[in-house]
């Protein structure tokens, strides 16, 4: 997901939700930390409404509780956000598309914040430049919380008083907030991962963060899938982005699906083999961006004492072999796939797999609280088919596919058109999730998409070959 790239709305954006959904948030919290799950339906019961925005505001809050004030005002590249701008920027969303148009006698918090905190949607109106986020000492991060605390109660007695007509226009915005506040608390860890690894002390977002222990990862199988012609994106039940449609029917050849994700064992013998120096398993992008950054071995490894180390947010660590390869780039994920004589699957394959959705408590999302990608269990196995480990969270998965319009899009008008139309050409889809993602937030239709240089998300990979590719 390209920061900032979801949740947009415009001012001429009224008299319907957006993208003419009326689904649910399910505002699900950590259940360690956060508290139970939560169930917003829009133009539902308005206290179950303003619990879900109570809780899911909240664990912003509660995912910067580890950081030191100082930590809220780095910027160490500039595809990373300070935390403390990612607060103010999810709290300029409900001010600026909730408050302003609905709350009776509105003023803004402060009248410079809207240039401060819009994102890039040219036009709600001008913005500081996003290079320059991190030169921001001011507003103080207490200034950003007192403006949180301002928003929250503003919209408190918004979706406690709002009247009947335009009850469902207030909580499908809501909705589409609850959302976007999601992805800016995974962009908010992935941010905080990249912005401590630049310190040379590589200090713990967390202490208590423990890693996988004695766990082997099960022995990699292909399994069969069959193809077909099949619908794929979202049917119109519940939120879902523009970009999930519409729904559309494409053909799928017979393919094999890897059983799970490629392991950091199995990466570390692409490095030992030497492809990183090698052009022939390069495509010509990527070679060039190995050659211009120095790449040797995925973002986070480091070598200390012959041993490979990786930064974690739980601390500097000794990589674990049988975890998933993680904060790789497509161009990396390519190469391994092309020097095994394999493919990265289709986002097309990924989603006929994937269909049913997480279903397994034991995927690791967000809620899980261990904010790193986990050993795989075994397959899945039930009276139907066997469904491959790890579809769900740990790493969001590359695919194959360029993140391009589904047959029949058609970006909406005004602002909402930037929200996802306008980054439909030069990157890669990603599917499924990873440790830092939502539960809640995820769906076997959810078209993530990154340029296929960036490496700070937590993206890995599995294998796919072709039926035709079967040596006997």
């Known amino acids: 997901?390209?920061?900032?790239?979801?949740?947009?709305?415009?001012?001429?954006?009224?008299?319907?939700?957006?993208?003419?959904?009326?689904?649910?948030?399910?505002?699900?919290?950590?259940?360690?930390?956060?508290?139970?799950?939560?169930?917003?339906?829009?133009?539902?019961?308005?206290?179950?409404?303003?619990?879900?925005?109570?809780?899911?505001?909240?664990?912003?809050?509660?995912?910067?509780?580890?950081?030191?004030?100082?930590?809220?005002?780095?910027?160490?590249?500039?595809?990373?956000?300070?935390?403390?701008?990612?607060?103010?920027?999810?709290t300029w969303f409900f001010e600026t598309f909730l408050l302003e148009p609905f709350e009776r006698n509105f003023r803004p918090f402060h009248p410079r914040y809207c240039y401060l905190f819009n994102s890039y949607?040219?036009?709600?109106?001008?913005?500081?430049?996003?290079?320059?986020?991190?030169?921001?000492s001011r507003p103080t991060v207490d200034e950003?919380?007192?403006?949180?605390?301002?928003?929250?109660e503003r919209m408190a007695e918004l979706l406690a008083t709002v009247p009947d007509e335009h009850q469902a226009e207030v909580h499908s915005r809501t909705e589409l907030g609850l959302h976007h506040e999601q992805q800016h608390?995974?962009?908010?860890?992935?941010?905080?991962?990249?912005?401590?690894?630049?310190?040379?002390?590589?200090?713990?977002?967390?202490?208590?963060?423990?890693?996988?222990?004695?766990?082997?990862?099960?022995?990699?199988?292909?399994?069969?899938?069959?193809?077909?012609?099949?619908?794929f994106g979202h049917d119109g039940s519940g939120f879902a982005y523009d970009n999930e449609s519409p729904r559309h029917t494409a053909f799928v050849a017979d393919f094999h699906l890897g059983s799970r994700l490629v392991t950091n064992g199995e990466f570390l013998e692409f490095i030992e083999a030497g492809c990183y120096d090698n052009p022939e398993f390069w495509l010509s992008d990527g070679w060039t961006q190995v050659q211009q950054a120095?790449?040797?071995?995925?973002?986070?490894?480091?070598?200390?004492?012959?041993?490979?180390?990786?930064?974690?947010?739980?601390?500097?660590?000794?990589?674990?072999?049988?975890?998933?390869?993680?904060?790789v780039s497509y161009y990396e994920a390519n190469s391994y796939a092309y020097w095994r004589g394999l493919r990265l699957p289709t986002?097309?394959?990924?989603?006929?797999?994937?269909?049913?959705?997480?279903?397994?408590?034991?995927?690791?999302?967000?809620?899980?609280?261990?904010?790193?990608?986990?050993?795989?269990?075994g397959v899945v196995t039930d009276a139907d088919r066997r469904q491959p480990a790890q579809m769900f969270g740990d790493v969001w998965e590359l695919t194959q596919s360029p993140y391009a319009p589904y047959p029949g899009y058609r970006p909406p008008a005004g602002a909402l058109g930037e929200y996802n139309g306008k980054f439909m050409v030069s990157q890669l889809v990603l599917r499924g999730g990873?440790?830092?993602?939502?539960?809640?937030?995820?769906?076997?239709?959810?078209?993530?998409?990154?340029?296929?240089?960036?490496?700070?998300?937590?993206?890995?990979?599995?294998?796919?070959?072709?039926?035709?590719?079967?040596?006997?």
Not at 362 to 371: A, G, H, K, V, Y
Request: with cysteine; hydrophobic share 35%.
């Open 347 to 377: 986002e097309y394959e990924w989603e006929m797999v994937g269909r049913e959705g997480p279903a397994d408590d034991n995927d690791n999302f967000l809620e899980n609280d261990r904010l790193h990608p986990g050993v795989a269990g």
């Open 121 to 136: 949607y040219q036009q709600v109106g001008d913005m500081h430049a996003r290079p320059q986020r991190g030169w921001l």
């Open 185 to 231: 608390q995974e962009l908010l860890l992935m941010d905080i991962k990249y912005n401590l690894s630049r310190n040379p002390l590589r200090p713990a977002y967390r202490d208590d963060l423990a890693p996988d222990v004695g766990q082997s990862a099960p022995q990699f199988e292909w399994l069969e899938q069959t193809g077909g012609e099949c619908s």
């Open 434 to 472: 990873s440790c830092a993602t939502p539960r809640s937030h995820i769906r076997s239709t959810y078209r993530n998409f990154f340029y296929p240089h960036m490496r700070w998300c937590f993206q890995g990979f599995r294998l796919a070959r072709d039926v035709d590719n079967v040596t006997p």
């Open 1 to 90: 997901m390209v920061p900032e790239a979801r949740g947009a709305v415009n001012r001429r954006f009224c008299n319907r939700g957006p993208h003419g959904c009326t689904g649910l948030v399910l505002a699900r919290t950590a259940a360690r930390r956060y508290g139970r799950s939560v169930v917003v339906q829009v133009g539902g019961n308005r206290d179950e409404n303003a619990r879900a925005y109570h809780r899911v505001r909240s664990w912003s809050h509660k995912l910067c509780e580890p950081l030191e004030v100082e930590d809220y005002v780095v910027q160490s590249m500039v595809d990373v956000s300070p935390p403390k701008w990612h607060l103010a920027h999810t």
């Open 294 to 327: 120095g790449w040797k071995a995925p973002l986070y490894w480091e070598k200390i004492d012959g041993a490979w180390h990786e930064f974690t947010l739980g601390g500097l660590r000794p990589v674990n072999e049988h975890e998933p390869v993680s904060h």
């Open 144 to 152: 950003i919380y007192a403006y949180r605390r301002n928003v929250d």
